[in-house]
């Protein structure tokens, strides 16, 4: 990872850490060892119960705020523009729903959730840093299905699971139980994830703990996990471990730090066929909805 | 290969210089410390037992380690170089080299490329810090055949404020984002408070208390756990 590119993130950081909860800074009340340590299984959504192959819209770091913009007007017109069975079967928003946790901007994805809907695309939500600043998680449980951090489902092939990394660490007894709940599931694994697990090196926007994140890839290579995505990282990263391949979704939110990134915003569609098995992922970019492969 | 031609180097540089300190005469400390955890944190190892030797000539300090813990091995060894060594400053650089064994789960090697330094009496009140350029590589068994390692680049940060009474109690405390046997890969920073009492007969006695948590630039304030230690020592 470039240091350029951590220098002027530090200082965004700085600058508006007011607004991140900054009297939190040593202690939050619910943090994931008191929100996530057992597996809660979930309904598989409505839009692929019969279906063999569907499509997943991958949404990552949408930052809903007073200061922050997204591409969410492109995004819908390019849903309105698609065939019937071109649009995305349900949608799974990689954390960081909003910026600094308030209700305020709760509901905003509340919103961007409903008008989803009307597309008859339903949407899991999963954790991230910024969404419990402002003890957010109380909102978070409120506004953001399925209403809980740490959640699978299971589709006749593979096993779907939703981690909660939203304290740079998946804590004790979530690591645990997720090795267990591994073991025990012989079905082919997709996990989901706000903290990237390694991604090429990226330096700081990783799970930090070199040894938690040794043991993590050793459980996903020897329990049949196919792919790792995750958010967190707004530029992105891949990283294909040989067993297993890590696919970082890049920001929804548009961004723009001279030099380094694009103004406008990301979205990525995952396309599955349980018959085959064969899973493919691209990536569109709201500025000129170009589309590349990421695998 | 280079890697591990620079751990043997490293070793070898020890040896030499443990074997041959008492010949010249040098002075020396040992340190023999235990310490125990308590937390919701990743896999707290709940008991640790550490072995450290420093050896200190004009200019220069040697550091040679190793701790155990439930599940892991780490062993540690550092060179610094003053370049300013006075009472009331100090300036210099040194190496560090770290590994750790995740006995089952792999291993990790740490190179530190750091630049030291201290202001003020130690009997007023003395402040030190270390900045580090930082290379980990890990290697994890159960990707091996695809995966050689991983390699990380970092940057580490430690500060720390201490104050000696009546020339025989140290009282220290700071923050620091790696420790002597704890090589996270940046900012998940430990916070520290500790004693240390020097018997006139060159033994010693220390306690201290830490708080590690993970990623704390991001704000997620989440306490991995909280560690105590104590150790006894003798300088000779």
Known sequence: MKFNVLIPLLFIMLFSSCKMGLKEFFWRSSDVSSRSTEITDIAVPQTILSKQSYKILLIADIHYSDVTSNPESVLFDWLDSLEEDEVPDFCIVLGDMTNYGFEKEYTMYDSFVSRLDTFDIPVLGLLGNHDIYNSGWDYWIKYVKPQTAYYRFSTPEYSWYFLDSANGTLGEAQFNNLIEELLNDKKQKIIFSHYPLYGDGIFYFTLLDSRERAKLIAAFADNDVLYYFAGHKHDGGIFDYGSFFEAGIKAFVNTKIEGYFNDNGYWAVLSVDENTGTFSCDEYWAQDLSVSSIF | ?236
């Not at chain 2, 991983?150 to 940057?155: A, R």
């Not at chain 2, 405390?173 to 006139?200: A, D, K, Q």
């Open chain 2, 1 to 236: 290969m280079i890697m591990k031609r620079c751990r043997i180097l490293f070793i070898l540089c020890y040896l030499f210089v443990f074997l041959s300190a008492p010949v010249f005469g040098v002075s020396q400390f040992l340190e023999l410390s235990a310490g125990t955890n308590g937390g919701t944190g990743f896999a707290k190892p709940f008991f640790a037992f550490s072995l450290s030797h420093n050896i200190f000539i004009k200019k220069a300090d040697f550091f040679g380690g190793f701790q155990y813990t439930l599940g892991q091995i780490d062993v540690t060894g550092r060179v610094r170089i003053w370049l300013v060594q006075k009472e009331s400053a100090a300036f210099g650089f040194g190496l560090l080299q770290h590994s750790g064994w995740f006995l089952g789960d792999g291993r990790e090697h740490d190179f530190f490329g750091s630049v030291y330094g201290s202001i003020g009496s130690i009997s007023r009140c003395n402040f030190s810090f270390d900045a580090s350029y930082t290379y980990k590589y890990s290697v994890i068994p159960a990707i091996r055949s695809s995966v050689k390692f991983l390699s990380d680049n970092g940057l580490a940060l430690s500060l720390r404020l201490q104050r000696e009474f009546a020339s025989r109690l140290l009282f220290y405390g700071g923050m620091s984002s790696y420790e002597i046997y704890r090589f996270p890969l940046f900012l998940m920073p430990t916070y520290f408070l500790g004693l240390l009492y020097s018997h006139p007969a060159g033994l010693t006695a220390r306690s201290q208390i830490s708080v590690r948590y993970s990623d704390q630039l991001t704000l997620t304030a989440y306490v991995n756990y909280i560690s105590i230690s104590a150790g006894v020592g003798c300088k000779f």
